[in-house]
Each structure stands twice: as C-alpha cells, then as structure tokens.
C-alpha cells in the first residue's frame, strides 16, 4: 500500500506540488493571524465569591458569613478544592475545580447556590460578589495615574467615571481595580449639641435625607394627545439644597438641615492605599480574561490610553510600572530567533554533507511544510501559541528533516547503483523501490519518537499545563515530516533529481571507515567501556538536585512588604514611600508602584498590614547586578517580611499552593491558639536546616480589637436603646450612606456622619454623644463598656478546617534535597490528635510530576518494544537495541551536570526525548543490517561495518542537524524565553552526541557477540 502511495504521488507529481504550497500559504497566513502568549493558561478553574462587611471582625466574619457560605456550596459537581479567607470587614471563599471543567458550567454551578445562601446572611453583609472569570497571569498592566495639580479625591473621579469605563469596554480585559481610591463623598456632618437643642435625633436626619434622595418616579399624566411622564427632582451637587431640607420641627418651627450641619466634600475612611514612584497616586491593575491574548489587550489599552491623554490634563499616566508584554516580546522574539538561526545551521549541515544543492533543497523543503502543518493542526485543536509550543517546535526542527534525510539518502544510493547497472531501470521505479525500502522503518521509528512522549500526556496540574502543549509542537511537526517524508520527498527527488542527467549526485565513500573494523576488532573492550558509563551515570543520580521550574528573566519585580498584624495604612504607605525613594535611586530601576492593603472587587485578601512593590528595570541594565542591589536595598527593613520575585514565579507557587513561597508546610486543625503553637514549633524544628530563606509562619496573629457592651440596667436608666447605641457607633466613625446622587453619568454618595468622628483615640470613642428619645444626652461609657480584646487578624479555612502556612524559600542549592529533610523532621515529629500536616509547593508539584512520568514511562518503554518488534521482527535484536537505549541516556545526564546538576521538569522531558531519537538511529542501523544479512554477500564483521558505513551519513545528519537546531538557545543561555528551554536543549544535545556513539559502536559490538545469523526461534521471517 504504501509503495502504491509514492508511485500515485510521484504520478500526480503537480498536484502534490500545488497542494503543499497552497498549504504553505494557508499556514503562513495563520501564523500571522494566531495570536501568540508566552505560556499556556496553567491554573485550575476557579471562582471566587466575596462579601463585604464593614466592621465585622475577622472571626465574626467567619461564622456570620464565610462558613455559611463554605456550606452553601459543598458538594458542587468537579470541584476539588474549598478554601475561604476571613479578613476584617471581608469575606472570600474559592473553588478549584478539576481539569477541563467548563468554566461556564463552575460559575453557573455557583451562582444557583450562591442566590439561596444570600438570603440568609446578616443583613451587615452587603451582597455578594462573584469575581470575574481571571487568566492564570491575570494582570496584563499596571497604570500609575499622579498629578500635582489635582487632589487624590479629583483623580479618583476621573479614574473611576473616565479612565476605568473605557478600559473595561476593552475586549478581554476582566477587571481594573483601583488602589489608593479616595471615592468622592457629600458628607453631611451633623452637630450632636446643635441637634439636642433643637430637640432632635440623627435618625430624624437620616430618615428625611433618606427620603429626600430617593429616587421615586411620581407617575403619568396623559392629555388628549400625549403621555407625560411626571417626576420628582432630587437634590443635586448643591449644597443650598441639602441645607435648606427641613428636618423636623421644633416647637412648631421648622428646623433646616443647615441650622444643624454643614454640607462638605469628603471620602469614606480608605481599606487601601498606593504609591506611583515616589509620591502619591492611584495604581490602576488591569486584569485579563482566561485565553485573552496579552499582547493584543496590551496594544488596545496603549491605544485607549493615548486616546484618554486630552480627557486627562494635569495628569501623568505611567503605563510602564508593570508590563508584562515586554517579557513576552523579548521571549517570543528569542524563540523565533531561535527558530531561524537553526534553520539557517541544518540548511548548512545538509548543504555539507550531501555536497548537493538540489538534494539539500528536497531536504529543507520538509522543515516549513512540516512546522507549517503542525500549527495549522494546532489552531484546528485550539490549542494557544506560546513560547512552550515554539519550543516544541525548535526542539523538533532539526528532527522533521530525519526522515526526508533518510528517504533522500536511500534513493541517492539507489540511484547511483542503477547508474552501473548495463539496463538501468526506470526513475519512477528506482524512486518508488527506495522510498519502500526504508518506509517501514521510517515509519516504525516515528511511531516510537511519538511513543516515548506518552507520559507527558499525563501530567496533571501546572506540569501538565506547561508541558502538553510543548508536547503537541513537537509530536504534530514530528507527524507532520512523516507525511511530507511519504509524499512530497519522493515527488521532490524526481522533479529535480531526473534532470541531473548522466551527472550523478556526488556520491560518498562506500568504503567502511578504519575506525568501524578497529571497534568491531574488540567489541569487548566497547561494552566494557559503555557499561562503565552507564554505571558512572547511575551513580551519580542520587547526587542530582532537582527543582520544578526555574527562575524567569523579567524586567519587573514583585517585592512582598509585611509589616505586623495591625498596622495602620498611613504607617504602611510611609514604609512604601521610604522604600520608594531608596529603590527608585537604584541604577537601572525605571519606575515604580505600590499597592497597600485592598480594594474592592479585587484578587487580594490582605489586611493593611500587606503590600506589594512593583519595580520595572531598564531592559538595557545589567540584569543580575541591578536584581542583587534590590534585593539588597529591600532586606534592609528590620521587623518587617519581604522577598523579591518576579510575577510569573509567583503566580505558578500560588497555583500550586496557594501561597508565593517554594515549599508550604500546611498545618490543620479547629483551634487557632493550638494552630498558631505549633506552626512555630514546626518552625524551630526546621529553622537549623541549611539554605532556608524568609522561613515565616504565616501572620494569624492577634490584634487589637475594641468591644463595645450595652449595661442595659443603665441604658434603661437613660432610656437609651441599643438602636441609638449602634446608631451612634456608626454615625461617630465610618458615617451612613444615605442614597446617592447623579450628574451625568457619575454618581456620588451621601454620607451622614458627625461633625467630630470619633476615629484617632479610644477615649473620644468613650465619650461619643448618644441621644436617647427624651431627648437626653449621654456618653456611651455611661451606658456601655467600652474595652480592648484580642481577636485574630484573620482565618483561613480548607477542606472545612482551619489551616495555618509554614513557608520558606530555598537559596544557593536545589529545592528537592532541602525539602526531603523537611520531610524527614516533620514525620519524627508528633502532633496533637485532630492535627495534621501537608506538604505543598514546588517541590511536592515536582515529586508527583517525576513520579507520573517514570510510571508512565514504563507503559511507553512497553509500547516501544512492541514498535521495535513489529520494525525488526526479531526479538534478539530489540532486546538489544533496547538494551542500549540508557546507555544513550547517559549522555542527558551529563548534560545536567554541566548545567549545574539540578534535575527540572524540562531536563526530564529532554531525556525522554533522547530516548526516542536514539531508538530511531538504532532502527534505521539494525534495518540495513538486516537487508545486508539477508543478501549474505559479506562475513559478519564486515556486514557490520558495511551497515554502520552506510548509514553513518544519514545518523550523523540527522545527529546535528537536531543539535544544530538547538544550539542558539544552547548559546544564548538561559535568557528571556529560554528558562525552561536552555536545559532542555543541552539535555537533548548531550543525549545527542551518546547515542550517536551508542548506535555506531556499542550496538555493532553487541550483534557482532551475541547475534551470530542462528535464527531459531528468534527471529521472526
């Protein structure tokens, strides 16, 4: 069937020809069009509800709402993870559902449960919210908005009615959360004294501004030839009428809202607050839906920015603070670099050792169709373009020219044998009998090439994320070179090959090589010499670190500023200003921001007491030194927690654990005193542990938290209720919105709130004024305790349990053999019953990786015998190609070595590519051996040494054409879009260049001793 295909093809020659460049065309237009990322969406789907709850303690906020609400949604269908977060005044529960889950479906599955529970919780909790659907790197932008012209109130109306609107009417862009927002305000600020002695209450006020800013319709008025509507105009931005409302009578005379309060501008006490390089400002966060590009929705908001630039005077816009596109750029453009300097090399390499242009060019021909046809499947599967597909397909490019390069070499040498025969055949038969003679083992070893990645497939979670679409590049460029190797080879090679005439291409030396017949002389001495390098390599496996992803090379930094439980906003801001100033005067730092605290509707869950800086680096600065003096300036601030890491890091240890740090130590149990003990003693037990780094229990400390108890014998004294006791609480602190009020398409709140809040000093909250119906004045302290209690700062719950973080990075040495010894002290170490421990992080991620793949890897090495057998049809010489096949391995393991002995995921998937490429050299070898043996026109060891001469040029092209391919980013080093890339490359290089010499020497030995021509049973004909 298969000879019948190449002659059909041969045949129909011009419409082969006209489809592959009609492919061609198509597959370059979609390149152009496709828009590319720089990784795949690695995250679980998740949905997020959060609650507000102004005043709410961290502890009434888990038992009014966050466990009702955890109830409310166990048991949904696919979800795998239940965690909640409890804040002051916030509530936050997130679901992690199984992979392939459809995000519709979560939320729907979400939203149905989230309308019964809503009902039931405290009418203090405002309703809650379901954040938008957010990208595994969700924040696309950082936008610093300063001014020193306009107020932080002023610039917080034109960020939220200007600036926000048209960045959310951006396609793909989720959410834009604004820190530091100073929300403009009509606050009416009532005198307590002025209303006793107008014989009125602040609910009389609050009731008439109630109805005042209502927003009623008052109903129609039809005539005989029209309907009208009829409405009640509310009052407005003016404050004359707000002070000419009447708001009660004092004996029988009105009393006006001016007569007791003032009408001023304000804003409600912030929960956040920024810093934009070195002063004040908003930091607007731009975040991007799940598979929204990021390079796309980065062009839109530079332009909508632009277009904003004459809306905005007085105001500087710095789009620059974080901008992960940059990163993309750079990484993207290494790779497509990458791309076409190997292609360039392989060009060279087949132009050097077929010594023919038009040979060279059928060759060549298979790399663009096949690269081409790979990412048109790739758009058909929806699979996303990003820098771990082009790796796939960098890896594969030296490799699709394999097969081309095979079938090509067998018909040159069919070629130049019917040149001596005295009837030479026909150019069609001569091509078709070549191509057939070596399609089976064409076949067989890409089938195996493909087989070996199986495991891959079944990496789960961020692995899996990561490596299935590098997976994909290569598999479908891999299976696309076997059918241009099938097809257009064979048509190429007669179109132009036919027209050299009586001018053969120049053929090489068929003559075995001197060094063939000095090895096969002493195969010994060869097995000798491998088994030693196979035992060298097994020896030094205990001795490989081992780490799951590496550092990435971005020009923006994320540093983490923790003060302690408790500490102000203003406290914070002026550590983050301080810290500004000191980084800003780094040399190659470019610009800045900071976030403190929260915002609403936003992905962070953090007390006051957290912050976030975010430098940018000039891209022309010395990365590393630049990157040490930050970190230098940053750990200069006693008493408080901070770390410097680049976004992509941290947001792939958030995935995997929740938290940003390398290894977790999660620790669960009911009590929170129990939880916070023995989280610190599990500290002191690992403290000792050498190369540790920020080792830090997490901050569920307790706080300060006022009380405030009615003594109800002396309220009913005073004829005070505890309505006007609460009443007075919120009205002397955070104030009551009223309604709102409208002009054009802004709007504003109306705040009540008294005229001296009492919010800087315990005792002014003591001796806030309360009015009891008979018009008495009293202190609360006359009529309430007011007292100070510790409460925590916040809880955290999962899998319905409270839980607590040991985290800690690693330094100067790899993860896994740090972790190990974690591991070893926490089994020796006994825990109160209830009380369990897990362990989370990279390292965990990276054990259960390893661990799919070398199970899995049993199953594929099974199904490569299989593909072998079925090639060779003998089990004798599968069982020794498959011997070899470690051997070859070897040689990745020195790879590692030389990049400094740490094992990641990718060096681990470029073993299991050398694995493939060396069955696939062993086969082609072993096959013409076999068409050799069969003819029985040589003594063995010359057999031998004729098959390793006729198959040298095409294992030796194939060999570097794949290494050369992967030298630029071996040259280039680890930089921007070749972090996970570099060890793979000098992995798959060095596995390279052993198997060559596994192929041609050891697996020659070992027929040569143990395959003597006695077929028996071993050999199936």
């Not at 053929?507 to 088994?531: D, G, S």
């Not at 196979?534 to 983490?560: I, N, R, V, W, Y």
């Not at 740090?818 to 897990?838: C, D, F, K, M, T």
């Not at 080093?973 to 596994?998: H, K, N, Q, R």
Request: proline share 5%; net charge neutral; hydrophobic share 50%.
């Amino acid at each position: 069937m298969l000879k019948k295909l190449t002659m059909r093809a041969i045949q129909t020659r011009y419409l082969v020809i006209a489809c592959a460049v009609i492919l061609m065309l198509a597959g370059f237009k979609t390149i152009q069009q496709t828009p590319m990322d720089v990784f795949p969406e690695f995250a679980p789907v998740k949905v997020e509800i959060q609650t507000e709850a102004p005043g709410l303690s961290s502890v009434e906020t888990e038992q009014l709402i966050s466990i009702p609400v955890e109830h409310a949604m166990n048991g949904i269908p696919q979800m795998k993870t239940l965690r909640s977060k409890s804040v002051l005044g916030l509530s936050s529960v997130v679901m992690l559902f199984e992979e392939g889950t459809s995000i519709a479906e979560a939320r729907q599955a979400v939203q149905e449960r989230l309308l019964l529970v809503a009902q039931k919780l405290p009418a203090v909790a405002r309703p809650p919210v379901m954040l938008p659907p957010l990208s595994s790197l969700s924040r696309v932008l950082k936008i610093g908005l300063s001014s020193s012209h306009d107020s932080l109130a002023e610039l917080s109306t034109k960020a939220l009615w200007t600036v926000r609107p048209r960045l959310m009417a951006i396609p793909g862009v989720a959410n834009v959360a604004i820190w530091g927002l100073r929300e403009q305000e009509l606050h009416v600020r009532f005198d307590p004294l002025k209303l006793a002695q107008h014989q009125l209450n602040a609910s009389q006020i609050s009731q008439q501004l109630g109805i005042a800013l209502q927003p009623d319709g008052a109903a129609y008025l039809d005539t005989a030839q029209q309907r009208m509507a009829v409405s009640y105009d509310r009052p407005t931005l003016n404050a004359e009428d707000y002070l000419q409302l009447t708001v009660g009578y004092a004996k029988a005379t009105p009393v006006k809202l001016g007569q007791v309060a003032e009408i001023s501008w304000g804003h409600a006490l912030p929960i956040g607050d920024a810093v934009v390089n070195q002063g004040d400002g908003l930091l607007l966060i731009v975040e991007k839906h799940p598979d929204a590009n990021t390079l796309r929705v980065t062009q839109q908001i530079d332009q909508a920015l632009r277009e904003l630039k004459p809306a905005l005077p007085h105001i500087s816009v710095d789009a620059t603070i974080f901008r992960p596109a940059t990163f993309i750029e750079t990484a993207l453009h290494n790779l497509q670099s990458a791309l076409l300097w190997g292609a360039c090399l392989v060009a060279v390499i087949l132009v050097l050792f077929l010594r023919n242009f038009r040979a060279a060019l059928i060759s060549l021909a298979a790399i663009p169709l096949s690269l081409v046809t790979a990412v048109l499947l790739l758009s058909w599967l929806q699979v996303s373009i990003n820098t771990m597909v082009l790796a796939g397909l960098v890896i594969a490019l030296g490799e699709v020219v394999d097969d081309s390069i095979i079938d090509l070499e067998n018909i040159l040498r069919a070629l130049r044998a019917n040149r001596l025969l005295a009837q030479p055949k026909s150019l069609l038969k001569v091509i078709t009998q070549a191509s057939y003679e070596v399609r089976g083992a064409v076949i067989h070893a890409t089938l195996i090439v493909m087989s070996v990645f199986i495991p891959v497939f079944f990496l789960q979670g961020i692995a899996g994320a990561f490596f299935k679409p590098l997976a994909y590049g290569y598999l479908l460029a891999i299976f696309a070179s076997l059918l241009v190797a099938l097809i257009v080879t064979p048509v190429l090679a007669y179109c132009l090959l036919k027209c050299e005439g009586d001018q053969a291409p120049v053929a090489h030396q068929t003559t075995p090589p001197a060094w063939t017949r000095q090895l096969l002389a002493r195969p010994k001495a060869v097995i000798a010499a491998a088994a030693l390098l196979f035992f060298g390599m097994l020896a030094s496996l205990p001795f490989l670190g081992s780490e799951f992803l590496p550092a990435f090379k971005e020009t923006d930094f994320l540093m983490h500023f923790v003060e302690r439980p408790g500490t102000s906003i203003a406290q914070m801001k002026a550590m983050s200003l301080r810290a500004s100033q000191a980084l800003m005067h780094i040399e190659g730092v470019r610009n800045l921001g900071a976030h403190i605290g929260r915002t609403e509707v936003a992905d962070e869950v953090v007390g006051p007491n957290f912050g976030e800086l975010w430098v940018s680096i000039s891209p022309e600065a010395d990365y590393e030194k630049t990157m040490a003096k930050i970190q230098q300036s940053i750990s200069g601030y006693a008493g408080i927690f901070t770390d410097v890491q680049t976004y992509l890091k941290e947001r792939s240890k958030e995935v995997m654990s929740g938290t940003s740090a390398s290894i977790v130590i999660r620790l669960f149990g009911n009590d929170v005193d129990t939880l916070r003990d023995q989280a610190e003693r599990i500290r002191l037990a690992i403290a000792d542990i050498p190369h540790l780094s920020h080792l830090k229990v997490e901050s569920q400390a307790l706080i300060p938290h006022i009380h405030v108890r009615l003594n109800t014998a002396l309220a009913d004294r005073y004829g005070v209720t505890e309505k006007e006791v609460k009443q007075a609480l919120s009205l002397m602190t955070l104030g009551q919105i009223q309604g709102e009020v409208y002009v054009g398409q802004q709007r504003f709140n109306v705040r009540l709130v008294s005229a001296v809040p009492a919010r800087d000093s315990l005792q002014a909250l003591r001796q806030i004024s309360i009015q009891s119906p008979s018009g008495a004045v009293v202190a609360l302290a006359d009529v309430a305790s007011v007292t100070v209690q510790p409460t925590q700062n916040e809880i955290k719950r999962e899998a319905a349990s409270r839980k607590i973080d040991i985290s800690t990075d690693v330094v100067g040495t790899d993860i896994g053999s740090v972790a190990q010894e974690i591991e070893s002290r926490l089994n020796r170490l006994p825990l109160p019953a209830g009380y369990y421990v897990r362990m989370l992080g990279e390292y965990t991620e990276q054990k259960t990786a390893s661990r799919t793949l070398v199970s899995y890897s049993l199953l594929a090495l099974s199904l490569v015998f299989l593909l072998m057998f079925m090639s060779l049809k003998s089990v004798r010489l599968t069982a020794m190609l498959f011997a070899v096949l470690p051997v070859a391995v070897a040689g990745g393991v020195i790879g590692i070595w030389l990049i400094g002995g740490v094992i990641s995921l990718g060096a681990m998937i470029g073993l299991i590519a050398v694995l493939g490429i060396a069955a696939r050299s062993g086969i082609l070898l072993i096959s013409r051996y076999q068409q050799l043996r069969h003819s029985r026109a040589y003594a063995l060891p010359a057999l031998l040494a004729t098959a390793v001469s006729d198959r040298l040029r095409a294992i030796s092209m194939t060999t570097l054409a794949t290494s050369m391919a992967l030298v630029p980013i071996i040259l280039k080093g680890p930089v921007s879009g070749y972090e996970i890339e570099y060890p793979l490359a000098v992995v798959v290089v060095c596995g390279l260049l052993s198997s060559v010499a596994v192929n041609l020497m050891l697996l020659p030995a070992l027929i040569l001793l143990f395959d003597k021509g006695n077929d028996g049973s071993t050999h199936v004909r």
